[in-house]
């Protein structure tokens, strides 16, 4: 079993849809989470972290679930800006070891 | 005023040779890393050095030489390169927070694409 999955995709929505995104992670000892944006050939740009009680950052909403171990990423009122690669991340590190490991990837693509 | 750079954008070399990769940031961050993406677009990590330490070096061929003179920089020497090296190579800096969950977000250079022929 993979560390980080996720769902490649692609999702394809129309503009204004409501999309939702889930990762799952191994680990039970993983401490950050974290989710990312990665346009083609572009470096991921981080969108939000995610906490424990859940936070909201415009239309996008993350949520983790630590029982179930997984995190999720929702979007509301899709924009065509919004089609990109979503990458989610986690770190089990201790200090200084905080490497993310990451999951393959959900490809969103936002149609007129 | 780009927070973490790395240079250069594009690297096309042949086999066998041994090229650098250079990255810098200004985030006043304590902690690098390098990570590697493949064809398949699997982001993964390399290397991590905090305050000038080397503190990860996953399963990376020591082929692989990550130097760090100083916090701010973490430089890629790759030595004897191979065909499954093509890749894109991507630098990453964060504030390591001791103790904390929350936070130690990482921030990403925009990229070195290696192509080796």
């Known amino acids: 079993r993979k560390e980080v999955e996720q769902d490649p995709g692609p999702f394809n929505v129309p503009e204004g849809a409501t999309v939702a995104f889930n990762c799952t992670y191994s680990n039970s000892a993983s401490q950050s989470f974290f989710w990312y944006r990665q346009d083609c050939r572009k470096e991921p740009k981080l969108l939000m972290s995610v906490y424990s009680s859940g936070n909201e950052d415009g239309r996008f909403t993350a949520q983790l679930n630590r029982a179930s171990q997984y995190i999720s990423l929702l979007i509301r009122d899709s924009k065509l800006s919004d089609s990109a690669t979503y990458l989610c991340?986690?770190?089990?590190?201790?200090?200084?070891?905080?490497?993310?490991?990451f999951g393959s990837g959900t490809r969103l693509q936002v149609q007129p | 005023d780009t927070a973490v750079s790395q240079t250069p954008k594009y690297l096309v070399t042949q086999m066998g040779n041994d090229k650098s990769i250079k990255c810098e940031q200004n985030l006043g961050h304590d902690t690098m890393y390098w990570y590697k993406q493949d064809s398949k677009k699997f982001l993964k990590i390399m290397f991590s050095y905090n305050n000038k330490e080397l503190i990860i070096n996953e399963t990376v061929p020591n082929r692989f030489s990550p130097k760090s003179p100083d916090k701010a920089h973490l430089n890629l020497h790759i030595n004897s390169l191979e065909l499954g090296d093509s890749a894109v190579y991507f630098c990453?800096?964060?504030?390591?927070?001791?103790?904390?969950?929350?936070?130690?977000?990482?921030?990403f250079g925009p990229g070195t694409r290696l192509t080796v022929l």
């Open positions: 990453a800096s964060s504030q390591d927070r001791a103790g904390r969950s929350r936070g130690n977000e990482q921030f």
């Open positions: 991340a986690v770190n089990i590190g201790a200090t200084g070891r905080r490497a993310l490991t």
